[in-house]
């Protein structure tokens, strides 16, 4: 068992197209049938409850914003990634 993981490794850009190189590599992981299925059982609970509250210096509701925030505003550009 193990997982197959995809990274951009490259990245350029021609005729206003961004070109991203995923090599894959897997990751060799033990057995582990209980834990399997206590982690998936957490994964469950998450996304059956309620959202996590926001945090100031979540990385990732800072890119949520970002998003949200591109995708209504048609003249808003930005070109780094805010973290």
Known sequence: M???IFY???V???DEAALLSFPPKWLEIPWDEKGFLKFMSQ???LLVGPLPEE???CKWCQYRHVGEKLAHDKDSLQEEIPF
């Open 2 to 4: 193990g997982l197959l």
């Open 8 to 10: 951009p490794d490259k």
């Open 12 to 14: 350029s850009f021609e």
């Open 43 to 45: 994964i469950d609970e």
């Open 55 to 57: 945090g100031k210096d």
